[in-house]
């Protein structure tokens, strides 16, 4: 049992591909084994029942016949001429041609006897008997030896009898020729005894062989199942501890695939957790985002006031100077007095318009209305206007009617004025441009509404059109862009006016001899919104 | 206001270009006040045609104008035209990214909007002083001619002398014999010239060929 612990313990440390070696060298040696063996006990078996039947069954056979001729042939035939039933001549004939049967036969026998079974049978047989300590029965027995002896004597006694009356019955001497038949009878007799216990000595020994035989296919028999029984055992000791292997690596698996599996829902769950967590993060990004945006167009708005103001303010300025210095030269009176008051006052109202203008935009109503879209892309063009002309930029307008669109006035305005802003940051950075150009078209089908916004700064890079509506992305420096005008943009046309905005590059003409590179941003929107869809503050 | 002489600016003409029209209207009747004449335009082609028509002494533009640009049009004049005029501009930006071509065309002045008119009447005294100052000249020059004409023109040229090779300490360095050399006079002139002008304490004695002129002690001419 220790062994077999040892084995095991030996065999659960090797790896599995040499286990599976293992295995096949048992079940191919244990199968040579087995064949060898098999091969080596029919052989043996052969051997038996060749010598069987050369040694022992063949010898009968002839020591019979030989029996039978003294018997039969010359007994008989010698009794024949003693009551003289037979004639001479053919007495010697028969009993010639008897004795060289005879003498033929003995010599036959003694070959049987005498020549050995080689070959492979015989080697199987000995290297088996020695396998199995099985000593080996001798070839002839000594009383075997002793009686073939005796025979031999016998016979050429009874044949130099024999010649004697042979003689004698040629020479027609019957008297003396009787004389020795009754002789030679005895003789025959005796020879015919000793055949028999000759054959039986043969029975005997064949009966002996028999049983060695029998013991020698039981001992074989049993030590093939023993053998197969040893092979079976390796193997299944083999394949067990393969099996136990196999096993335990599944079970090492599934402990391992549980604890993953354990661990994966644990990451899932975490997962969920942060992802919810990013998700109301960006929420957040976005509101802060739009914040953002709102405060750069109200940075912007803010300049386009301040330049809008600056004129007038430097007018006004100039009047309050013109006082003093009328005064200081005494040329102030009246009529001066009552005009810069007129101009003033003028100017002032214009700058009281402007601010107006501002807070309505910042502080829009949320109510949807009738407007015209002309006057919505002439005010996006107005409030834009001090930037364009400050980068040299012309920008005009290009509409059939006036279209009446139902909605957010101040949303349009807002989603314009991003669109002119980034064509003029676009057109700004073009230094090479003879004409800088903005141009805005509006067109209407039955339902729908679209307003083209075309600049002739070289078009959009090919691989960035599909992002330029994704949110924080921008080409523009930090400091200038957020990256959410578009994003913002298209938010308020989709969400809020269940329109569609696009862009793409166009080659146009915009009433110059050669073609322009243009980028073209196109907002689409019905005419009728869906009064059902109230638009959310963002 | 005083303290610069505005009445100077009283003969000179000046080109206003502005092309925001309140302010142009505005600050002329201002300026117009203060100068001889003031052409006050919104466009650079109408600037163009005063130019060709009138004699300009200095121009005011403003930066930004419509559908043009002032400093190009500065540019043009001086490059193309080769018209050399005094010029202020007038800016709202307060950003720096015109001044560099302001300095290259060597514009005179370089105003901040809102317009303050005593800065602008400051600018353009100091812009028109070499012209007013140029004017002087002339006329002192041609004061001086006047009087050697009608006095000793020896004792003149020995003056012209004098104030010419004085060095940087106001010191005279030369002897009599050297002077009367030099400008070809006879010595009683020159002794009579030097006792003058040693008893107003002009041109005092230190050492031997060496005089001190005294500036201040010159008499005051007639406020002109």
């Known amino acids: 049992m220790t062994l077999l612990q040892f084995i095991n313990n030996k065999l659960d440390h090797i790896k599995f591909s040499n286990k599976t070696k293992i295995l096949i060298v048992i079940i191919l040696s244990g199968m040579m084994l087995i064949g060898f063996l098999m091969f080596i006990s029919i052989f043996a078996l052969k051997y038996d029942y060749e010598s069987l039947f050369q040694k022992h069954t063949l010898p009968q056979v002839e020591l019979e016949e030989i029996k039978d001729m003294y018997r039969v042939n010359i007994g008989e035939t010698l009794y024949d001429i003693k009551f003289d039933q037979i004639s001479n001549g053919d007495a010697i004939e028969v009993i010639f041609l008897a004795q060289q049967i005879i003498t033929?036969?003995?010599?036959?026998?003694?070959?049987?006897?005498?020549?050995?079974?080689?070959?492979?049978?015989?080697?199987?047989?000995?290297?088996?008997?020695?396998?199995?300590?099985?000593?080996?029965?001798?070839?002839?027995?000594?009383?075997?030896?002793?009686?073939?002896?005796?025979?031999?004597?016998?016979?050429?006694?009874?044949?130099?009898?024999?010649?004697?009356?042979?003689?004698?019955?040629?020479?027609s001497r019957t008297e003396e020729a009787l004389y020795l038949i009754d002789s030679l009878s005895l003789e025959t007799n005796s020879l015919n005894i000793y055949l028999s216990s000759?054959?039986?000595?043969?029975?005997?020994?064949?009966?002996?062989?028999?049983?060695?035989?029998?013991?020698?296919?039981?001992?074989?028999?049993?030590?093939?199942?023993?053998?197969?029984?040893?092979?079976?055992?390796?193997?299944?000791?083999?394949?067990?501890?393969?099996?136990?292997?196999?096993?335990?690596?599944?079970?090492?698996?599934?402990?391992?695939?549980?604890?993953?599996?354990?661990?994966?829902?644990?990451?899932?769950?975490?997962?969920?957790?942060?992802?919810?967590?990013?998700?109301?993060?960006?929420?957040?990004?976005?509101?802060?985002?739009?914040?953002?945006?709102?405060?750069?167009?109200?940075?912007?708005?803010?300049?386009?006031?301040?330049?809008?103001?600056?004129?007038?303010?430097?007018?006004?300025?100039?009047?309050?100077?013109?006082?003093?210095?009328?005064?200081?030269?005494?040329?102030?009176d009246r009529d001066f007095i009552n005009s810069r008051v007129a101009d003033a006052h003028l100017l002032s109202q214009n700058m009281s318009d402007t601010l107006e203008d501002f807070r309505t935009f910042f502080n829009p109503n949320k109510s949807k209305k009738n407007f015209s879209i002309k006057n919505v892309i002439?005010?996006?063009?107005?409030?834009?206007?001090?930037?364009?002309?400050?980068?040299?930029?012309?920008?005009?307008?290009?509409?059939?009617?006036?279209?009446?669109?139902?909605?957010?006035?101040?949303?349009?305005?807002?989603?314009?004025?991003?669109?002119?802003?980034?064509?003029?940051?676009?057109?700004?950075?073009?230094?090479?441009?003879?004409?800088?150009?903005?141009?805005?078209?509006?067109?209407?089908?039955?339902?729908?509404?679209?307003?083209?916004?075309?600049?002739?700064?070289?078009?959009?890079?090919?691989?960035?059109?599909?992002?330029?509506?994704?949110?924080?992305f921008t080409t523009k420096h930090q400091s200038v862009g957020t990256g959410v005008g578009l994003y913002m943009s298209k938010q308020m046309v989709e969400k809020h006016m269940q329109g569609h905005i696009w862009c793409k590059n166009i080659k146009h003409k915009l009433d110059s001899p050669s073609f322009y590179a243009c980028s073209m941003f196109t907002i689409e929107i019905p005419k009728q919104t869906i009064q059902t869809e109230e638009a959310s503050d963002e | 206001?005083?303290?610069?002489?505005?009445?100077?600016?009283?003969?000179?003409?000046?080109?206003?270009?502005?092309?925001?029209?309140?302010?142009?209207?505005?600050?002329?009747?201002?300026?117009?006040?203060?100068?001889?004449?003031?052409?006050?335009?919104?466009?650079v082609e109408e600037a163009l045609e005063i130019i060709k028509a009138e004699k300009i002494d200095v121009i005011i533009s403003d930066i930004h104008l419509r559908n043009s640009n002032g400093l190009d049009f500065l540019k043009m004049l001086k490059h193309?035209?080769?018209?050399?005029?005094?010029?202020?501009?007038?800016?709202?930006?307060?950003?720096?990214?015109?001044?560099?071509?302001?300095?290259?065309?060597?514009?005179?002045?370089?105003?901040?909007?809102?317009?303050?008119?005593?800065?602008?009447?400051?600018?353009?005294?100091?812009?028109?002083?070499?012209?007013?100052?140029?004017?002087?000249?002339?006329?002192?020059?041609?004061?001086?001619?006047?009087?050697?004409?009608?006095?000793?023109?020896?004792?003149?040229?020995?003056?012209?002398?004098?104030?010419?090779?004085?060095?940087?300490?106001?010191?005279?360095?030369?002897?009599?014999?050297?002077?009367?050399?030099?400008?070809?006079?006879?010595?009683?002139?020159v002794i009579k010239l030097f006792k003058q002008l040693s008893d107003q304490g002009i041109l005092t004695k230190i050492q031997n060929k060496k005089y001190l002129f005294n500036e201040t002690k010159l008499p005051l001419p007639e406020n002109t």
């Open chain 1, 104 to 171: 033929k036969q003995w010599e036959n026998y003694k070959i049987s006897i005498d020549t050995p079974i080689n070959g492979l049978p015989y080697f199987a047989s000995r290297w088996l008997n020695f396998f199995l300590m099985d000593h080996n029965l001798p070839e002839k027995t000594i009383f075997q030896r002793g009686i073939v002896e005796k025979i031999n004597i016998k016979m050429s006694n009874i044949d130099s009898q024999l010649n004697t009356i042979l003689e004698h019955l040629r020479k």
């Open chain 2, 80 to 189: 193309d035209l080769e018209i050399e005029i005094p010029s202020i501009l007038t800016t709202a930006f307060t950003d720096t990214e015109y001044l560099l071509d302001a300095i290259k065309l060597h514009v005179n002045d370089y105003i901040i909007k809102p317009v303050n008119i005593k800065e602008l009447l400051n600018t353009l005294h100091d812009v028109l002083l070499p012209k007013i100052q140029a004017k002087e000249i002339e006329r002192s020059y041609n004061i001086i001619k006047m009087i050697s004409a009608v006095t000793d023109s020896k004792q003149v040229e020995i003056i012209r002398f004098i104030i010419k090779n004085l060095d940087n300490d106001n010191t005279l360095n030369y002897s009599y014999s050297e002077l009367m050399e030099r400008v070809d006079v006879s010595k009683p002139t």
């Open chain 1, 198 to 332: 000759l054959i039986n000595s043969h029975l005997k020994q064949s009966i002996n062989e028999k049983e060695t035989n029998d013991r020698l296919f039981q001992t074989s028999t049993y030590m093939l199942i023993f053998l197969i029984g040893l092979i079976f055992f390796f193997i299944s000791m083999v394949l067990f501890t393969i099996f136990t292997h196999f096993k335990n690596l599944h079970n090492y698996l599934e402990e391992n695939i549980s604890r993953k599996t354990k661990e994966l829902r644990l990451l899932n769950a975490s997962l969920e957790n942060r992802i919810k967590k990013e998700v109301e993060n960006s929420r957040k990004k976005d509101n802060i985002m739009f914040q953002q945006a709102r405060l750069a167009s109200l940075g912007e708005m803010l300049q386009n006031i301040a330049h809008q103001w600056r004129q007038p303010l430097g007018a006004l300025m100039m009047i309050i100077q013109s006082f003093e210095s009328k005064f200081a030269l005494g040329k102030l």
């Open chain 1, 378 to 472: 002439q005010k996006s063009i107005d409030l834009s206007k001090y930037q364009l002309e400050r980068e040299e930029i012309e920008i005009s307008l290009s509409l059939k009617d006036d279209l009446e669109v139902f909605g957010f006035k101040n949303e349009l305005i807002h989603v314009l004025l991003n669109l002119i802003g980034n064509s003029k940051d676009i057109l700004s950075s073009q230094k090479s441009l003879d004409k800088k150009i903005i141009r805005i078209i509006a067109k209407e089908s039955i339902e729908r509404v679209y307003i083209n916004v075309i600049d002739n700064g070289g078009g959009i890079k090919n691989d960035i059109i599909p992002k330029v509506f994704d949110p924080y």
């Open chain 2, 1 to 43: 206001m005083n303290k610069r002489n505005f009445d100077l600016l009283g003969s000179f003409s000046i080109l206003y270009i502005e092309d925001e029209a309140d302010l142009l209207k505005h600050t002329t009747s201002v300026l117009e006040d203060f100068v001889k004449k003031i052409y006050p335009v919104q466009t």
